[in-house]
């Protein structure tokens, strides 16, 4: 050590600031941060190894795995691509399902977001809050898919289910609820004083740091680059829809808080544009099992910036690369520049402002054979009823509050 | 003229190598192999004079008698250009492209890792995404490493 | 002395502390989830998060000063045990009381802090080490108004000592108006010394794990929280009785009630507080107790002294 006052602190990649393994070496000065160092790849599962070794229905599957949030990102970029090699069209219909489950899981990932955010500045009721809200979106997304993340809505040749009217209906009415929530929170973001002092002016990233470390998404955009793939190469339905990229030129967290709010009301608007201009027609086309051979890039704005896969096909069932480039991995290393001169107390909240996603980055483990196929099938509510009594047998009685709830919604 | 067919034709016209070798797959998306001893040039083309401003990723590829390394450069969001060299098997060395994108350090140091390709130019530096004590000659992307055949990472493990 | 032995241990010391600061946390922790739109925990949570501290294993890092780690929660509870027997809890007055209690009171109320900063200075752990300085440097914030804003109502009441305080401010109804202001700098210096929300730096969860008690585990954790509720009751306490003197002259089982409407009151406005706010950081923090806190509290010493002159006394 040089300098007397200098402490070298870990970050991980076990603690409380980070949702994934991840290790940052941080040297301080003081409360200042002096220098700072990132450890990625403690989430490596060999994802794309594994690839390798599948089929292309199975590789869907697998990929949707590499990320908990973002997983109909994934999905949907690879199987873009490898309907772009194979030269299948999708359906009308299938492309604007596509696109309707992405926006729904935009919003769900960035309420996800907002609630983390201010959980590490020390705003719990935040996170309380948003979350209780994401609720409503998840709930449409369970109900729409059967599940409330790893959707196995793609399938090559378009998507595996439909949605009904109730469905509609359902969606419409979550959003207007989240919508009026959503419009609430930027109020709170614009007035209220410990947030403000809290997230702007920290983590600076300039608009050519930007461009020159390659930061994407909603990070890239709070810094005044413009850059969003669904505008700019739109895929799925995007080119039918009528939306604004939002940018902003803060260049700091609270920039970036500012533009994913700004990117919720967009998807809003977005959901309400996909149901009404929803074609009839089939979701899906079928798709021969073995691809001819080709290569293929396809690119997807996933809530955290855009995603990136490469397919590379051989003319069998079983693809001969594929490469996936998560969102966090471009921006992980902007991290660095933006902890720069930065204090420790503002380390959590800077690296979560660029919503890292480590097991997305990191994608790569030997998968367990498991065994998917559950002899007993138990239904959604027996679930949901057994978890009431057991927690009535606790002392704890929701049942006041449900009846609340379901007055409010 | 589009401007796929514009970009092609700039570079047909700058490098002559490259004539009836550049391949507009569909909207934004152009494949083409550039020989590893001009990469250099056509690159620092590419990047400087033709405003390719962003590096999606880049992809290495073990094909079965050499690797592939595939640059995904990106311009104004739209148009992907997707460079393509070769590199033997015996030493497959590349040099970095750190100088034009330092974002691009965690792609190299992937390819580094997962296949084993040299990256010079490189400054030293930490593993990723492997761990710090996996074999140093072990690389799990290439075509005959099987996924538990590894004894070394048993014994780490 | 069977009569200091009672006072000591069971009211208002050690027992009575004990199961208040269950309660206290219990409030704090309920009114905090309701107002976050949560449930909550269960009435017996805190106990049985004690119970279960209580029987868990104890870990003592090999690095840390052993005698200082396991000495620091008995320091903090006692320091905050003590400190309650100047207070005036059992009818208008306290069961120990002299002229200048009230700086005992004030001092007695320091020791936790410093007891932490010890304890995590002396776990040898980087995260404890940063927690345990960053509550030092906080008591230079919030300390200064929080003597300050008490400095104002004894004044007022001519005196040092809290018992005459109580029996001043019930003599003259509708003199604790004056001290409103006081009143407010005293609750936010009380979230800083209770390090809660928004000053909850030098345990700053997403930063520093859990700073001076990160190493901390089992019986010593529990404590560690036990000192921190029982601190959370008395300081509570000490700003019912300057503030918040509404005992009258009734006798003193109807005042003890009223006493514990007041603690609860101060602890429902502290959860409140703390669902209101993002954490600061500690610049901030110092920053917001120098330039508003410590003047405001300045203003209190003044008003007061001049409204001396002018109230009948």
């Known amino acids: 050590m040089h300098d007397p006052g200098e402490v070298k602190i870990t970050i991980g990649p076990q603690h409380p600031a980070l949702k994934e393994p991840e290790s940052f070496l941080l040297s301080l000065h003081g409360e200042k941060i002096t220098a700072s160092s990132v450890r990625l790849g403690y989430n490596h599962r060999g994802i794309e190894k594994a690839c390798e070794d599948r089929t292309y229905v199975q590789d869907l599957y697998l990929v949707e795995r590499v990320c908990g949030i973002c997983s109909h990102s994934h999905s949907t970029c690879f199987v873009q691509a490898v309907e772009e090699i194979a030269g299948i069209e999708i359906p009308a219909r299938a492309s604007y399902l596509r696109t309707l489950i992405s926006e729904l899981e935009r919003i769900h990932s960035h309420l996800l977001w907002l609630g983390v955010a201010g959980h590490e500045i020390g705003f719990d009721t935040l996170l309380m809050y948003t979350w209780r809200d994401r609720e409503a979106v998840m709930d449409v997304l369970a109900a729409i898919t059967g599940n409330r993340v790893n959707y196995g809505m793609n399938t090559i040749g378009g998507v595996r289910r439909d949605i009904t009217p109730q469905h509609k209906e359902m969606v419409l009415k979550a959003i207007d609820i989240l919508e009026e929530r959503t419009k609430y929170y930027i109020e709170l973001g614009l007035g209220e004083s410990t947030l403000l002092k809290r997230l702007s002016g920290v983590g600076k990233l300039t608009n050519e740091d930007v461009v020159r470390l390659g930061a994407v998404g909603p990070t890239a955009r709070a810094s005044g680059w413009g850059r969003d793939v669904r505008k700019d190469d739109p895929y799925a339905a995007y080119a039918h829809l009528d939306f604004k990229v939002i940018t902003n030129d803060q260049c700091d967290v609270y920039g970036r808080t500012l533009v994913r709010l700004g990117e919720l009301m967009e998807a809003y608007s977005m959901v309400r544009q996909i149901l009404q201009k929803m074609p009839d027609g089939p979701i899906a086309v079928k798709a021969p099992r073995k691809i001819p051979a080709g290569e293929a890039v396809s690119r997807y704005e996933a809530p955290r910036g855009e995603d990136f896969h490469y397919v590379r096909s051989n003319g069998t069932d079983k693809p001969d690369r594929v490469k996936v480039r998560a969102p966090t991995l471009a921006n992980v290393q902007a991290v660095s520049k933006m902890l720069e001169g930065g204090y420790l107390a503002d380390m959590s909240i800077v690296v979560a402002a660029i919503d890292p996603c480590f097991s997305c980055t990191d994608r790569l483990i030997s998968v367990c054979d498991e065994d998917t196929q559950k002899k007993n099938t138990v239904s959604w509510e027996s679930i949901r009823l057994k978890g009431i009594d057991w927690y009535k047998n606790q002392g704890i009685d929701f049942t006041y509050l449900n009846k609340k709830l379901a007055r409010k919604f | ?157 | ?313």
């Open chain 3, 1 to 313: 002395m069977a009569n200091a032995i009672f006072n000591i241990l069971v009211f208002p010391g050690f027992l009575f502390l004990f199961v208040f600061g269950f309660i206290a946390e219990y409030v704090d922790r309920k009114l905090y989830a309701r107002f976050q739109n949560r449930v909550g925990p269960p009435w017996f949570q805190p106990f049985a998060d004690f119970v279960k501290l209580i029987s868990k294993q104890k870990i003592v890092p090999d690095e840390a000063d052993v005698a200082v780690f396991k000495l620091v929660p008995i320091f903090a509870l006692t320091a905050s045990i003590t400190a309650v027997l100047y207070i005036p809890v059992w009818g208008n007055k306290a069961i120990y009381s002299f002229n200048g209690d009230i700086i005992v009171v004030l001092y007695l109320l320091t020791i936790p802090t410093f007891a932490y900063f010890l304890g995590g200075w002396y776990s040898r752990s980087v995260y404890s080490m940063i927690g345990a300085v960053r509550s030092l440097t906080q008591i230079f914030a919030y300390e200064v108004p929080l003597f300050l804003c008490m400095l104002g109502p004894a004044l007022l009441a001519d005196t040092w000592s809290l018992s005459g305080m109580v029996a001043f401010y019930n003599q003259h109804p509708g003199y604790w108006l004056c001290n409103l202001l006081g009143f407010a700098v005293a609750l936010i210096s009380l979230l800083g010394k209770l390090e809660k929300v928004p000053f909850d730096i030098p345990e700053a969860e997403t930063e520093i794990v859990a700073g001076a008690f990160t190493e901390y585990s089992g019986r010593y954790l529990a404590l560690l929280r036990m000192a921190l509720n029982v601190e959370l009751v008395v300081g509570a306490s000490l700003l019912a009785a300057v503030f918040l003197p509404f005992g009258f002259n009734l006798n003193p089982a109807a005042v003890f009630p009223l006493y514990i409407i007041q603690v609860f009151f101060i602890i429902a406005i502290v959860s409140f507080l703390r669902t209101l706010f993002a954490r600061l950081r500690l610049d901030q923090m110092i920053n917001f107790c120098w330039k508003y806190l410590a003047p405001l509290a300045f203003v209190q010493v003044v008003i007061n002294l001049i409204l001396k002159g002018i109230l009948p006394r």
């Open chain 2, 1 to 157: 003229m589009t401007e796929e067919e514009k970009i092609k034709q700039e570079l047909e016209q700058k490098f002559g190598f490259l004539k009836d070798t550049i391949a507009i797959k569909r909207k934004g998306r152009m494949f083409f192999d550039v020989p590893s001893e001009k990469f250099d040039e056509v690159f620092a083309y590419a990047v400087k004079q033709m405003h390719f401003d962003a590096i999606c990723a880049i992809t290495g590829m073990d094909i079965v008698d050499r690797y592939a390394i595939m640059y995904h450069l990106n311009r104004q969001g739209s148009i992907v250009l997707n460079l393509r060299i070769y590199t033997g098997k015996d030493n497959p060395v590349i040099k970095t492209v750190t100088l034009f994108f330092p974002g691009a350090e965690m792609y190299e140091r992937e390819m580094m890792d997962l296949l084993g390709i040299k990256v010079e130019g490189l400054p030293e530096g930490g593993r990723y995404p492997l761990p710090d004590n996996w074999p140093k000659d072990e690389h799990p992307l290439r075509k005959d490493w099987k996924a538990g055949a590894s004894k070394k990472e048993n014994q780490n493990a």
